[in-house]
């Protein structure tokens, strides 16, 4: 079975810095998804950024950038210019590329603080 | 509306009552999730359902008890729940992976069940 992890309960960054938060995961299938999802205080779970395990490029969107390891099954996410509202909870999650196949396995999650 | 939204919010209720939690999304999605959230813990997924049928149940309990009537609408029933019960229940939905999406689930706002 899949197994996600991420081994920073908690991390902060000051506003405007660099912060990465780290996720490794472990499975024998060579055709994923991963995905960070964001879970500010308000609790709505809102997806960050995706990436492709077949895509060789790292994903971006816009300050969320990922660094995907195939090899060593790291994914983890960097955040620039880093903002108040980014302060939330963040999961990282993996699911199979088997067709048909819909289940996300979530790690616990990062809690980020961002100091202003 | 937009997405997926969640009814009630909140919810206390005692351990002989019975109540249920509705979810529904706006996304046109053919594939809608219960997930259970405690603190400390992994979400966990509960419930699949997938064009409207159910083709995942994770070892729940029986006095949790899914509905998917349609596509865009997704109940769970509860009845004589314990105090561990006690968590976050996010509703979800996705696009069917077969379908040619990459399957990324949206969130609802989750209701917050207390069981006393």
């Known amino acids: 079975a899949q197994t996600v992890t991420q081994s920073q309960p908690e991390m902060s960054v000051q506003e405007a810095e660099t912060v990465t938060l780290s996720c490794t995961y472990d499975t024998s299938e060579s055709d994923y998804y991963l995905f960070w999802y964001k879970q500010p205080p308000s609790r709505q779970m809102i997806l960050v950024i995706r990436q492709e395990a077949y895509k060789q490029q790292n994903a971006t969107e816009n300050r969320f950038s990922v660094n995907f390891q195939k090899a060593a099954k790291s994914f983890s996410l960097k955040i620039s210019d880093s903002q108040l509202g980014d302060a939330a909870m963040y999961f990282c999650a993996y699911r199979s590329g088997w067709g048909g196949s819909e289940k996300l396995v979530f790690g616990k999650g990062t809690k980020l603080t961002v100091n202003p | 509306e937009t997405g997926v939204t969640q009814t009630p919010r909140h919810l206390v209720m005692g351990m002989t009552n019975k109540k249920s939690l509705k979810c529904e999304q706006h996304?046109?999605?053919?594939?809608m999730y219960w997930y259970k959230q405690s603190a400390k813990k992994p979400l966990e997924l509960m419930f699949v359902?997938?064009?409207?049928?159910?083709?995942e149940n994770n070892s729940v309990p029986s006095r949790f008890s899914p509905e998917c009537p349609n596509s865009s609408h997704l109940f769970l029933h509860l009845h004589t729940l314990q105090p561990e019960d006690s968590a976050l229940y996010l509703c979800?939905?996705?696009?069917?992976?077969?379908?040619?999406?990459?399957?990324?689930?949206?969130f609802g706002p989750g209701t917050r069940l207390t069981v006393l």
């Open positions: 979800a939905s996705s696009q069917d992976p077969t379908s040619g999406s990459i399957g990324e689930q949206f």
């Open positions: 996304l046109g999605h053919n594939a």
């Open positions: 359902y997938s064009l409207e049928e159910r083709v």
